[in-house]
C-alpha cells in the first residue's frame, strides 16, 4: 500500500478485517475502503487490481478481477494448482487483459545484472546454482516452505538459464504443524546438464538470501542480504588439469559487480503500470508465473512421494540445436523447437509448440504463443507480438521504426507491431511496424502491409490491398459486402465493425 500510494495510483483497499482496515485508514487517509471484492470490481473507475491475499484465495480473486475487466498483479503463487494457473492465463490472453505475478526477483536491480553478466559469457557455460533462502521468520498455516519462500529463487532460474526444468525432486524438513514442513530441499535438473538446488526454510538461526551461479570461468554470488555495494560479487575462480594429476583450483580476485540500488518492489508496481498502459506484457507476466507454479506442482508431487523425482506437468521440453542461441533470460514453452543457427533473446518469450526455422532472430521482449511457425530467415524485432498459431513464411520482413537513419538512434521511437491469432504472413511479405495483421488473416507473398488487415483479409500488392476473403480453415474466397460461405468447411461469417469478417 505504501509503495502504491506514493507512486499515486491507490484508490481503494479492500480486506474483510475491520481491524486492518482501521489500521490502513490511519496511514492513508484519503484512500478508500471496502470490506467486498464484489463491490469493488464493479467501480468503473477501478482499472488494475492487486491480489495481497493468502495463497489459497489468489486463483478465485484474480480470476474474478479478469472477468470483470481488470489488470491484474496477483502475489506469488499466482494459485495453488497448475489447472487454476492455466485457467488464469487462458482468460487474460482471451479478455485481452494483463496478468502479472509477484515474483521480485525478476526486478531486483542486481538479478538483472547478474543475468547480464551471464549473457556475456564472463561465468562460461554455467553447470550449477544453489539457492539459499532462509530465515526465523513468519511461519505460515495456510502453505508450506516450498510455497511460500522457494516461488522467489524459481522464477529467478528460470529467467538466469531460459528453460524450464525436465526433472524434480524435493525433500521436506521439520514439521512444527502436522503436514506443512518447515523447510525443503529442492533439487532441479535441466536440459543440458545443468543442475540446481534451492533451500528453502522459515524455521533456521539466521537470516539468509543468496544465490550462487556456477560456471567454468567463473562464479557470481547474489546476496540480497549485503550491502548494495557487495549484494553481487564475480569471482573468476578457475580449475586447473594437469595430465595425471589431481585438479586444482586457482582463486580469483573477487569482484564487485556495480548495482544501482533500487527497490524491487517499487520497479515491480512501475513495470505492472507500464504494463497496462503499453498493454504490453511485463517481465512477469502470467505464462512466467505459469512456468513457476509446474516446477512448484512437481516438487510437491515429489515430496507427497517420499522425494521421487518427478516430470513438471509438461513432459514435452524445448529442442534447441546446439548451432543455436538462447539467451539467459529467454522462455520457451513445452515442445518448441529451434533450428540451426537461430538466436532467442533475452526476455522473449515463446508459447508452446512452436518452431523457429534456420537463421531466425527473435528480439528482445517479443512475445510469441503457442503453435507459431516461423520459417527460415525471419528476424522478429522487438516491439512485435505474434498470437497463437501464427505462420511466417521464409523471409518474411518486420520492421520497428518507419523511418530509419544508421546514424540516428531510434530505439525510443519503436512501433508496436500485432499479428493476431491464426494469421499468416506469405514468403517475402513486409509488416510495416505499428499494424495489426486481424484474426486468420492472409498475406500474399511479396506484399508490403502499410495499414491494419482486417480479420480474415487476403491481402495482396504493393501497397497491399484487400483482394477477398480467407476462411479460418484456410479456404479463399472473392471480396463480398454481404455474408460469405465456406463452401469447404461450413463456416458462415459477415461483415464486422472493423471492415473485417466474423463468424455467424
Same mark, same amino acid.
Given at each position: ?14 480486506? =474483510? ?31 488494475? &487490481? ?31 494448482? &497448475? ?63 516450498? %510455497? ?49 538446488? $534451492?533451500?528453502?526454510? %522459515? ?45 586444482? &583450483? ?77 539467451? =539467459? ?9 529451434? %533450428? ?19 537463421? &531466425?532472430?527473435?528480439?528482445?521482449? $517479443? ?81 508490403? $502491409? ?18 477477398? %476473403? ?35
Amino acid at each position: 500500500m505504501r509503495t502504491w500510494d506514493r507512486l499515486g495510483v491507490l484508490r481503494v483497499v479492500c480486506d =474483510p478485517d475491520q481491524a486492518r482496515l482501521a489500521e490502513v485508514k490511519a496511514e492513508h487517509a484519503e484512500v478508500e475502503l471496502d470490506s467486498d471484492p464484489a463491490f469493488v470490481l464493479a467501480r468503473g473507475d477501478v482499472d488494475a &487490481v492487486v491480489v495481497a491475499t493468502p495463497a489459497p484465495t489468489h486463483a478465485a480473486l484474480a480470476l474474478a478481477a479478469l472477468e470483470a475487466g481488470k489488470d491484474v498483479l496477483v502475489e506469488k503463487p499466482m494459485a495453488t494448482t &497448475v489447472a487454476d494457473g492455466e485457467r488464469l492465463v487462458a482468460t487474460a490472453e482471451r479478455l485481452g487483459r494483463v496478468l502479472a505475478v509477484g515474483h521480485l526477483l525478476e526486478h531486483h536491480p542486481a538479478v538483472e545484472a547478474l543475468v547480464r553478466l551471464a549473457r556475456t559469457g564472463a561465468l562460461g557455460r554455467v553447470h550449477s546454482v544453489s539457492a539459499n533462502r532462509l530465515n526465523l521468520g513468519r511461519i505460515r498455516t495456510g502453505e508450506n516452505a516450498l %510455497w511460500s519462500l522457494a516461488p522467489h529463487d524459481i522464477a529467478l532460474l528460470l529467467r538466469l538459464l531460459g528453460r524450464e526444468p525436465d526433472a524434480v525432486a524435493c525433500a521436506p524438513g521439520g514439521a512444527l504443524q502436522s503436514g506443512i514442513p518447515d523447510a525443503a530441499v529442492t533439487t532441479l535438473g535441466f536440459p543440458g546438464g545443468v543442475r540446481a538446488r $534451492v533451500v528453502s526454510s %522459515w524455521f533456521h538461526p539466521f537470516k539468509e538470501h543468496r544465490l550462487v551461479v556456477a560456471g567454468e570461468a567463473g562464479m557470481a554470488v547474489f546476496d540480497d542480504i549485503a550491502a548494495w555495494p557487495d549484494k553481487l560479487v564475480h569471482h573468476t575462480h578457475r580449475v586447473d588439469w594437469g595430465q595425471g594429476q589431481a585438479p586444482v &583450483v586457482q582463486p580469483g580476485e573477487p569482484r564487485r559487480v556495480p548495482v544501482e540500488p533500487g527497490e524491487p518492489l517499487e520497479r515491480q508496481a512501475r513495470a505492472f503500470l507500464a504494463a497496462v498502459r503499453s498493454r504490453r506484457a511485463p517481465r512477469n507476466d502470467g505464462r512466467s508465473g505459469l512456468a513457476v507454479l509446474r516446477v512448484l506442482d512437481a516438487a510437491q508431487r515429489s515430496m507427497d512421494a517420499g522425494g521421487v523425482p518427478q516430470y513438471p506437468a509438461s513432459e514435452v521440453h524445448p529442442d534447441v540445436h546446439p548451432t543455436a542461441v538462447v539467451d =539467459p533470460g529467454a522462455v520457451l514453452g513445452a515442445g518448441t523447437r529451434v %533450428w540451426h543457427f537461430s538466436h532467442v533473446s533475452e526476455g522473449a518469450w515463446l508459447g508452446e509448440r512452436c518452431v523457429l526455422g534456420q537463421n &531466425v532472430f527473435v528480439g528482445r521482449g $517479443v512475445r510469441i504463443g503457442d503453435g507459431v511457425k516461423v520459417q527460415n530467415n525471419v528476424s522478429v524485432y522487438e516491439g512485435v507480438t505474434l498470437e497463437d498459431h501464427v505462420f511466417c513464411g521464409p523471409s518474411v520482413v518486420f520492421t520497428n521504426v518507419r523511418d530509419p537513419r544508421s546514424e540516428i538512434d531510434r530505439r525510443a521511437e519503436f512501433s508496436p507491431t500485432l499479428v493476431r491469432r491464426g494469421a499468416t504472413l506469405g514468403a517475402n511479405a513486409t509488416i510495416v511496424c505499428g499494424v495489426t495483421v486481424g484474426r486468420y488473416a492472409f498475406v500474399g507473398a511479396g506484399a508490403v $502491409v502499410t495499414r491494419d488487415v482486417p480479420d480474415h483479409a487476403l491481402v495482396l500488392g504493393v501497397p497491399a490491398a484487400v483482394a477477398g %476473403w480467407v476462411c479460418t480453415c484456410g479456404s479463399r474466397r472473392p471480396a463480398s459486402e454481404g455474408e460469405v460461405a465456406c463452401t469447404s468447411c461450413g463456416r458462415a461469417y459477415r461483415p464486422s465493425g472493423d471492415g473485417g469478417l466474423a463468424g455467424v
